[in-house]
Every structure is written in structure tokens, then in C-alpha cells.
């Protein structure tokens, strides 16, 4: 591993989710001289990168992440396979419905679409949420056992009430995900919000996304038609990126026996 690349993504990581942090803080979280840190975030501002607050001295993320990640969204090829499916589920449904991709210890929605009543939703292709608080980040972590221990190695963030955040209790609903295919949560992410996920295969069976259904809370739970169609987007999607059978197994480790 290249140090230099290597602290210079931890900066990054460390203001990720609208975070606005100083060379003290940063400094703090990496545990690096701040002229260590000075020097870094510089450089990354020099690329637009980073970015500094106007009149300020807080740092936040550059705006050519967001044309980075533009250039990333618009070449994945599970997103551009995945588009006419998630259309049809959110019309046979009435929901909201997301796609989205592991990203370090988040999920990030890699398309969405609004809930076809008409109403005034905000967008939220770029949206990143805790992957322990997301059906979509389950289903990911159930897949991918490495992750989850490296995840479950620091104390994990609640932002409900409702978030689960002991890990003995996320394992066991790893184990219900593995076998009925599909994940939920309820409030955990946001107050009033829940969501349904199901994981997405790619032609040699690793699951690489998720598909989910967000409802109001107030409406939960959601109606067998729902996780049906659900399923079968999953289903269309995966066959779409070559995978021919469905859900995929969850690959067992020797300790986990």
C-alpha cells in the first residue's frame, strides 16, 4: 500500500456524509501531525478534491468527486441493466425504489426512483446510508462475511432509535436473509421510513447490489405482492448481468460451521 494514497483516502473517508471537519480534526480522527494533514488536504484541494468553506477554515469534499462519481454511475453496468426493472417495480408497486452498492461502510443509492404518485420527492442517486441501518446494506453484508467483520470491528452508529447496532443481533438476521432472500428494516435509517431489499448477482454469482422498496413506516408491514414483485426484479436484474438462477447461496466459511 502507497502511504501517501492511502492517508489522502482516509481524508476523504473522514469527510464523507456533508461532513465539514478542520486540520485539528482531521488531524485528530487520522492521527497525524496537522502539517501532515495540512499538506495532504492541499493537494487535494489543488485537484478539487477537497474543497474549503467559504470565509472559513472547515474542509468538506470537492466538486470533482461528484463528476468522478458521475463518470462511475454512468459506466456500471448493473445500473444501466437495472433501470427498466426498478421503473416496472416501482410502477407495479406504488414505491419509491433504490439501488444500491456496497461503499466502504455505506451503502450509496446508484439510481433511484421517485414514487410515481406525482408528488415532490428530492433525488437520491449519490445518497449514501450506513450499511448496517440499510435493508440494501443486509443484504451486501450477508453476502460478504469479510466486510461484516471488518465493520463489526468498531462500535456502529446509531442514527434512530431503532438502528441496530449490536452486532450478535445483525448476525442473526444475516442468517434469516440468507434463507428467505430478502432483508428489511424498519425506522432504522430515518424516523417514518422503512424498506425491503433483495440481493443482485452478477454472472458468477457474487452479489455486487441491491434492490429495495422504501414505504412509509405508517404502512408497514408490506403486502406479499410487494416482496413478490421485489423478488422478481432481483430475479430479472441478475439474469440481465448473466446469473440464470436465484437467490444466490451465501457462501459458508469453515468457522461459520
Known sequence: MIQSIDRAAQVLSSLQGARHLGITELAGRL????????????????????????NGNRYMLGPALLKLSNVYLDTLDVRARAMRWTQELSRRTGLAVRLGAELFD???????????????????TGLSIPVHASAMGKILLTYNADAADQLFEKPLRSLTGDTITDPSKLILQFAQIAERGIATEEDEAVLGESSIAAPIADRNGSVIAAVAVVMPSSEWP???????????????????LGYTSWPPPVVRRPQDD
Open 106 to 124: 455505506e451503502v450509496i443509492v446508484i439510481h433511484h426512483n421517485n414514487r410515481p404518485d406525482g408528488s415532490e420527492q428530492m433525488p437520491e
Open 31 to 54: 492521527g497525524l501531525p496537522p502539517s501532515t494533514v495540512h499538506g495532504i488536504v492541499k493537494s487535494l484541494q489543488a485537484h478539487g478534491l477537497v474543497a474549503k468553506e467559504p
Open 222 to 240: 408490506p403486502e406479499d405482492n410487494v416482496l413478490n414483485v421485489l423478488r422478481e426484479t432481483a430475479r430479472n436484474i441478475s439474469r440481465e
